[in-house]
Protein backbone atom coordinates (compact mmCIF):
# COMPACT_ATOMS: atom_id res chain seq x y z
CA UNK A 1 0.00 0.00 0.00
CA UNK A 2 1.06 3.70 -0.76
CA UNK A 3 1.16 6.28 1.77
CA UNK A 4 1.78 10.11 1.41
CA UNK A 5 3.06 12.69 4.39
CA UNK A 6 3.24 16.13 4.63
CA UNK A 7 5.84 17.49 6.60
CA UNK A 8 4.44 20.45 7.57
CA UNK A 9 1.10 21.20 9.27
CA UNK A 10 1.42 24.96 8.93
CA UNK A 11 3.61 27.41 7.26
CA UNK A 12 3.23 30.97 7.27
CA UNK A 13 4.83 33.44 4.72
CA UNK A 14 4.66 36.98 3.76
CA UNK A 15 3.08 38.53 0.83
CA UNK A 16 5.39 38.02 -2.00
CA UNK A 17 7.22 35.59 -0.36
CA UNK A 18 8.55 32.28 -1.97
CA UNK A 19 6.92 29.18 -0.68
CA UNK A 20 7.53 25.20 -0.95
CA UNK A 21 5.42 22.90 0.60
CA UNK A 22 6.47 19.44 0.96
CA UNK A 23 5.37 16.22 0.07
CA UNK A 24 6.49 12.96 0.98
CA UNK A 25 5.59 9.40 -0.39
CA UNK A 26 6.17 5.99 -0.40
CA UNK A 27 4.90 3.46 -2.99
CA UNK A 28 6.61 0.06 -4.05
CA UNK A 29 4.86 0.52 -7.87
CA UNK A 30 4.52 3.76 -10.03
CA UNK A 31 2.16 6.27 -9.05
CA UNK A 32 0.18 9.16 -9.85
CA UNK A 33 0.62 12.45 -7.75
CA UNK A 34 -2.15 15.10 -7.01
CA UNK A 35 -1.86 18.25 -5.28
CA UNK A 36 -5.91 20.08 -4.36
CA UNK A 37 -6.54 23.36 -1.97
CA UNK A 38 -9.72 23.94 0.03
CA UNK A 39 -10.07 27.34 0.46
CA UNK A 40 -12.33 28.57 3.64
CA UNK A 41 -16.27 26.87 3.84
CA UNK A 42 -15.30 24.82 0.28
CA UNK A 43 -14.75 22.13 -0.96
CA UNK A 44 -11.06 20.84 -2.31
CA UNK A 45 -10.17 21.33 -5.72
CA UNK A 46 -7.51 20.23 -8.38
CA UNK A 47 -4.07 22.21 -8.35
CA UNK A 48 -2.24 20.21 -10.71
CA UNK A 49 -1.54 16.42 -11.32
CA UNK A 50 1.10 14.16 -12.47
CA UNK A 51 0.65 10.97 -14.29
CA UNK A 52 3.55 10.34 -16.15
CA UNK A 53 6.35 12.31 -18.65
CA UNK A 54 7.63 15.85 -17.54
CA UNK A 55 8.25 15.70 -13.57
CA UNK A 56 7.81 19.48 -13.85
CA UNK A 57 4.32 20.06 -13.61
CA UNK A 58 2.40 23.43 -13.85
CA UNK A 59 -0.92 24.04 -12.26
CA UNK A 60 -3.65 26.59 -11.65
CA UNK A 61 -2.66 30.13 -10.08
CA UNK A 62 1.03 30.20 -10.35
CA UNK A 63 1.85 26.27 -8.63
CA UNK A 64 4.02 24.35 -9.87
CA UNK A 65 5.57 20.92 -8.55
CA UNK A 66 8.25 18.61 -9.58
CA UNK A 67 7.94 14.67 -9.40
CA UNK A 68 11.64 13.47 -7.85
CA UNK A 69 11.14 9.73 -7.84
CA UNK A 70 14.82 9.02 -6.38
CA UNK A 71 13.51 11.12 -3.55
CA UNK A 72 10.34 9.94 -3.50
CA UNK A 73 8.83 13.57 -3.65
CA UNK A 74 6.50 15.82 -4.99
CA UNK A 75 6.66 18.71 -3.58
CA UNK A 76 4.62 22.14 -4.32
CA UNK A 77 6.50 25.65 -4.93
CA UNK A 78 5.36 29.16 -6.22
CA UNK A 79 7.54 32.25 -6.48
CA UNK A 80 5.62 34.75 -5.33
CA UNK A 81 2.67 34.09 -3.03
CA UNK A 82 -0.64 36.69 -2.83
CA UNK A 83 -3.04 36.74 0.75
CA UNK A 84 -5.45 34.86 -2.14
CA UNK A 85 -3.22 32.22 -1.75
CA UNK A 86 -4.38 31.36 2.18
CA UNK A 87 -5.81 27.96 2.40
CA UNK A 88 -4.93 24.28 3.28
CA UNK A 89 -3.24 21.79 0.50
CA UNK A 90 -3.59 18.49 0.62
CA UNK A 91 -1.30 15.98 -1.62
CA UNK A 92 -2.60 12.87 -2.80
CA UNK A 93 -0.92 9.79 -4.49
CA UNK A 94 -2.81 7.24 -6.16
CA UNK A 95 -1.05 3.46 -7.35
CA UNK A 96 -0.91 3.44 -11.03
CA UNK A 97 -3.16 0.59 -12.18
CA UNK A 98 -5.16 0.95 -9.33
CA UNK A 99 -8.43 2.15 -8.13
CA UNK A 100 -9.79 5.14 -6.97
CA UNK A 101 -9.86 3.66 -3.79
CA UNK A 102 -6.36 3.81 -3.99
CA UNK A 103 -5.81 7.58 -3.89
CA UNK A 104 -4.38 8.61 0.07
CA UNK A 105 -4.42 11.92 1.22
CA UNK A 106 -2.09 13.73 3.47
CA UNK A 107 -3.14 15.47 6.45
CA UNK A 108 -2.77 18.71 4.68
CA UNK A 109 -0.60 21.89 5.06
CA UNK A 110 -2.31 25.20 5.95
CA UNK A 111 -0.71 27.97 4.12
CA UNK A 112 -1.11 31.29 5.64
CA UNK A 113 0.23 34.52 3.69
CA UNK A 114 0.25 37.60 5.72
CA UNK A 115 0.38 41.51 4.68
CA UNK B 1 -19.62 26.98 -8.07
CA UNK B 2 -18.02 23.40 -9.04
CA UNK B 3 -21.12 22.07 -10.35
CA UNK B 4 -21.57 19.38 -7.07
CA UNK B 5 -23.83 20.73 -4.69
CA UNK B 6 -23.97 19.30 -1.23
CA UNK B 7 -27.01 20.44 0.99
CA UNK B 8 -27.95 21.11 3.72
CA UNK B 9 -24.20 23.09 4.00
CA UNK B 10 -24.77 22.69 8.42
CA UNK B 11 -26.74 20.13 10.06
CA UNK B 12 -26.58 19.55 13.58
CA UNK B 13 -28.81 16.35 14.94
CA UNK B 14 -29.05 14.39 18.42
CA UNK B 15 -27.51 10.66 18.25
CA UNK B 16 -31.24 9.79 17.58
CA UNK B 17 -32.57 11.81 14.87
CA UNK B 18 -32.53 10.44 11.34
CA UNK B 19 -31.51 12.93 8.71
CA UNK B 20 -29.92 12.65 5.35
CA UNK B 21 -26.85 14.41 3.14
CA UNK B 22 -27.85 15.47 -0.39
CA UNK B 23 -25.48 15.78 -3.14
CA UNK B 24 -25.94 16.17 -6.78
CA UNK B 25 -23.52 16.79 -10.13
CA UNK B 26 -24.29 18.64 -13.25
CA UNK B 27 -21.19 17.59 -15.09
CA UNK B 28 -22.35 14.53 -16.48
CA UNK B 29 -19.81 12.29 -14.34
CA UNK B 30 -19.80 8.94 -13.97
CA UNK B 31 -18.38 8.05 -10.18
CA UNK B 32 -19.75 9.78 -7.36
CA UNK B 33 -17.97 9.83 -3.45
CA UNK B 34 -18.47 10.33 -0.37
CA UNK B 35 -15.66 11.47 1.97
CA UNK B 36 -15.41 11.91 5.60
CA UNK B 37 -13.06 14.76 6.33
CA UNK B 38 -11.95 15.01 10.50
CA UNK B 39 -9.59 17.33 11.78
CA UNK B 40 -6.00 16.15 11.76
CA UNK B 41 -6.69 13.01 9.58
CA UNK B 42 -6.63 12.82 5.99
CA UNK B 43 -9.38 12.41 4.03
CA UNK B 44 -11.52 8.89 4.44
CA UNK B 45 -13.18 7.41 1.52
CA UNK B 46 -16.67 6.31 2.93
CA UNK B 47 -18.32 5.12 -0.64
CA UNK B 48 -17.86 4.47 -4.09
CA UNK B 49 -20.28 4.72 -6.71
CA UNK B 50 -19.81 3.98 -10.64
CA UNK B 51 -22.56 4.80 -12.63
CA UNK B 52 -25.53 4.57 -9.68
CA UNK B 53 -23.73 0.82 -8.84
CA UNK B 54 -21.87 1.25 -4.68
CA UNK B 55 -18.16 -0.27 -5.43
CA UNK B 56 -16.90 0.34 -2.74
CA UNK B 57 -17.66 0.34 0.95
CA UNK B 58 -14.44 0.86 3.21
CA UNK B 59 -15.39 -0.37 6.44
CA UNK B 60 -18.21 1.65 7.34
CA UNK B 61 -20.17 1.95 9.92
CA UNK B 62 -24.07 1.09 9.48
CA UNK B 63 -25.16 4.07 10.80
CA UNK B 64 -24.56 5.50 7.47
CA UNK B 65 -26.35 4.63 4.46
CA UNK B 66 -26.04 5.44 1.09
CA UNK B 67 -27.84 6.37 -1.55
CA UNK B 68 -27.65 6.56 -5.14
CA UNK B 69 -30.73 6.88 -7.62
CA UNK B 70 -29.02 7.91 -10.76
CA UNK B 71 -25.56 9.36 -11.74
CA UNK B 72 -26.22 12.82 -10.81
CA UNK B 73 -27.78 12.10 -7.46
CA UNK B 74 -25.72 11.02 -4.36
CA UNK B 75 -27.39 10.69 -0.77
CA UNK B 76 -26.20 9.21 2.33
CA UNK B 77 -28.62 8.76 4.83
CA UNK B 78 -27.50 8.85 8.69
CA UNK B 79 -29.22 7.59 12.23
CA UNK B 80 -28.47 6.88 15.57
CA UNK B 81 -25.15 8.65 14.71
CA UNK B 82 -22.07 9.33 17.93
CA UNK B 83 -20.70 12.31 18.60
CA UNK B 84 -17.31 11.61 17.14
CA UNK B 85 -19.23 11.04 13.36
CA UNK B 86 -18.82 15.04 13.56
CA UNK B 87 -17.01 16.50 10.29
CA UNK B 88 -17.45 17.87 7.43
CA UNK B 89 -18.85 15.39 4.47
CA UNK B 90 -17.66 15.75 0.89
CA UNK B 91 -19.34 14.58 -2.32
CA UNK B 92 -16.89 14.44 -5.10
CA UNK B 93 -17.29 13.17 -8.43
CA UNK B 94 -15.39 12.21 -11.43
CA UNK B 95 -15.91 11.63 -15.06
CA UNK B 96 -13.98 8.12 -15.60
CA UNK B 97 -15.11 5.28 -13.00
CA UNK B 98 -13.66 4.86 -9.97
CA UNK B 99 -11.91 1.69 -11.47
CA UNK B 100 -9.13 4.18 -12.22
CA UNK B 101 -6.97 6.28 -9.72
CA UNK B 102 -5.53 8.80 -12.29
CA UNK B 103 -9.54 10.93 -12.11
CA UNK B 104 -9.52 14.06 -11.10
CA UNK B 105 -12.19 14.73 -8.64
CA UNK B 106 -14.62 17.80 -8.35
CA UNK B 107 -15.61 18.05 -4.65
CA UNK B 108 -18.70 19.74 -3.59
CA UNK B 109 -18.14 22.41 -0.65
CA UNK B 110 -19.27 20.07 2.37
CA UNK B 111 -21.83 19.17 5.03
CA UNK B 112 -20.83 20.43 8.48
CA UNK B 113 -22.60 17.71 10.57
CA UNK B 114 -22.47 18.05 14.49
CA UNK B 115 -23.61 15.21 16.61
CA UNK B 116 -24.94 16.23 20.06
Known amino acids: AQSVTQLDSQVPVFEEAPVELRCNYSSSVSVYLFWYVQYPNQGLQLLLKYLSGSTLVKGINGFEAEFNKSQTSFHLRKPSVHISDTAEYFCAVSRYGGSQGNLIFGKGTKLSVKP | ETGVTQTPRHLVMGMTNKKSLKCEQH?????MYWYKQSAKKPLELMFV???????ENNSVPSRFSPECPNSSHLFLHLHTLQPEDSALYLC???????????????FGAGSRLTVL
Open chain 2, 27 to 31: LGHNA
Open chain 2, 92 to 106: ASSFGTASSGANVLT
Open chain 2, 49 to 55: YNFKEQT
